[in-house]
């Protein structure tokens, strides 16, 4: 069985990774799979072990990172993320082409270990765009928001450290092209 593709799709906040991501997943002829994370948080009611999340302890978490045993991690309010390199490695063994939806400190760290993973980063159409999606969701406080642009520029200047850029203008085109690029590298 030929070895899946280890996918790294990245972009700055905002810029709709997770929407694009939901719509790869809708092809099924892309053969992808979703890799799960691993956090010291507490599990919150409707979530899973091993669906949502794999959930250990703060202490099993620095184990892992000194066993090497993350592809990437990094610590954020209080409590440790990571993505588990046996999980990654099961499902590229089982042939599948494994999408990590992350940000970009953590696509770099998996870039510096996976040189072959094929990387994919999504620029907004402007920045004037972005900070526009950024308002619309109308969930963080100001000093949040420029915050988060403030990040978003200097995600901006990485992209150059990505295989493929892709505009994320309309969700739909930016699928398609992703799309093609997957295949092409398949």
Same mark, same amino acid.
């Given at each position: 069985m030929k070895k899946g593709l280890l996918i790294i799709l990245s972009g700055p906040s905002g810029v709709g990774k997770g929407t694009v991501r939901q719509e790869l997943f809708k092809d099924q002829s892309l053969n992808l799979a979703y890799s799960i994370s691993m956090t010291t948080r507490k599990p919150r009611p409707t979530e899973q072990e091993g669906v949502d999340y794999f959930f250990v302890s703060e202490t099993e978490f620095l184990n892992k990172i000194e066993n090497d045993e993350l592809l990437e991690y990094a610590k954020f309010v209080g409590n440790y993320y990571g993505t588990p390199r046996f999980y990654v490695e099961q499902l590229l063994n089982e042939g599948k082409n494994?999408?990590?939806? #992350?940000?970009?400190q953590g696509a770099l760290q998996v870039m510096?270990?996976?040189?072959?993973?094929?990387? #994919?980063?999504?620029?907004?159409?402007?920045?004037?765009?972005?900070?526009?999606? #950024?308002r619309g969701r109308r969930t963080e406080a100001e000093d949040v928001v420029k915050e988060r642009l403030d990040k978003a520029r200097k995600e901006i200047a990485t992209k150059d450290e990505y295989k493929y850029v892709v505009e994320n203008d309309d969700v739909l085109a930016a699928k398609e092209q992703i799309s093609r690029i997957i295949r092409e590298n398949a």
């Open positions: 494994v999408v990590l939806e #992350i940000e970009v510096r270990k996976c040189p072959q993973a094929l990387t #994919i980063f999504l620029v907004p159409p402007s920045f004037e765009e972005l900070e526009r999606r #950024i």
